[in-house]
């Protein structure tokens, strides 16, 4: 696939994605859903060209689990960091508000540090395996397993860290609030930080998680290896 396909589907679908995000404050409860579906659908878009990443943490796992190389890795990061700008301004100009991203109320950091960690290392995990496993190859639930693992996120770990697990999320509300309502940056480390590091553990444990099925399926040792052409008899001497 041509890479320049395959930023144009990540931009598209990191927009569409955003703007979601931006615009789903207001409807309260709901909010986690409505992001939850709309990555689903995103990535039942994007997910046979670019693979559907629309977050550098999960780009970043993928590239550490070499499915990619640093071309692609750095170009992701740029489009998604674009596509971030563009839907929280989007949101700003079609809703008069401003995005901003913050911890909840009266949190510790190393709270809501640790939550962007471990639902990032859950998201990250799911992401590999279920699009970038050998084993689930073809599967068509993809798209419905990351859309969950993303609203549960929310929807639980929200409150506590204000619930991006992407760091250009971080990135494009923390400019968003900073451009049009005179917002800081002081929290927008938190959402780098946490969401790196939940994709490095994430990436650890899919390799842990593939050996583990190598070994288990490789055959015993001293044993031919399925599909192995029979062994020649030796001649015996006269």
């Given at each position: 696939m041509v890479l320049g396909t395959k930023l144009l589907t990540e931009l598209v679908g990191t927009f569409v994605f955003f703007t979601v995000i931006a615009l789903a404050g207001p409807i309260g409860p709901l909010a986690p859903l409505a992001i939850g579906f709309m990555l689903m659908a995103m990535v039942y878009m994007g997910g046979h060209i670019?693979?559907?990443?629309?977050?550098?943490?999960?780009?970043?796992?993928?590239?550490?689990?070499?499915?990619?190389?640093?071309?692609?890795?750095?170009?992701?990061?740029?489009?998604?960091?674009?596509?971030?700008?563009?839907?929280?301004?989007?949101?700003?100009?079609?809703?008069?508000?401003?995005?901003?991203?913050?911890?909840?109320?009266?949190?510790?950091?190393?709270?809501?540090?640790?939550?962007?960690?471990?639902?990032?290392?859950?998201?990250v995990t799911v992401v590999l395996n279920v699009a970038a496993t050998e084993q689930t190859r073809g599967n068509s639930f993809y798209g419905l397993a990351i859309?969950?693992?993303?609203?549960?996120?929310?929807?639980?770990?929200?409150?506590?860290?204000?619930?991006?697990?992407?760091?250009?999320v971080g990135f494009g509300a923390t400019l968003g609030s900073s451009v049009t309502a005179g917002g800081g940056w002081s929290d927008f480390w938190l959402y780098l930080v946490g969401p790196i590091l939940g994709a490095a553990l994430g990436a650890a444990v899919h390799w842990a998680q593939v050996r583990g099925l190598e070994l288990a399926t490789a055959p015993p040792e001293g044993d031919p290896s399925p599909g192995a052409p029979a062994p020649v008899p030796e001649a015996r001497g006269s």
């Amino acid at each position: 696939m041509v890479l320049g396909t395959k930023l144009l589907t990540e931009l598209v679908g990191t927009f569409v994605f955003f703007t979601v995000i931006a615009l789903a404050g207001p409807i309260g409860p709901l909010a986690p859903l409505a992001i939850g579906f709309m990555l689903m659908a995103m990535v039942y878009m994007g997910g046979h060209i670019s693979g559907a990443h629309y977050n550098p943490a999960v780009t970043f796992a993928v590239f550490l689990r070499r499915k990619i190389g640093v071309t692609e890795l750095l170009g992701y990061w740029a489009v998604q960091l674009v596509a971030a700008a563009l839907a929280f301004t989007f949101g700003y100009l079609v809703s008069g508000k401003s995005g901003g991203i913050h911890p909840g109320a009266h949190v510790y950091w190393l709270s809501a540090l640790a939550v962007e960690a471990v639902f990032t290392m859950a998201l990250v995990t799911v992401v590999l395996n279920v699009a970038a496993t050998e084993q689930t190859r073809g599967n068509s639930f993809y798209g419905l397993a990351i859309g969950i693992v993303i609203a549960a996120a929310v929807l639980a770990g929200g409150p506590i860290s204000g619930g991006a697990f992407n760091p250009a999320v971080g990135f494009g509300a923390t400019l968003g609030s900073s451009v049009t309502a005179g917002g800081g940056w002081s929290d927008f480390w938190l959402y780098l930080v946490g969401p790196i590091l939940g994709a490095a553990l994430g990436a650890a444990v899919h390799w842990a998680q593939v050996r583990g099925l190598e070994l288990a399926t490789a055959p015993p040792e001293g044993d031919p290896s399925p599909g192995a052409p029979a062994p020649v008899p030796e001649a015996r001497g006269s």
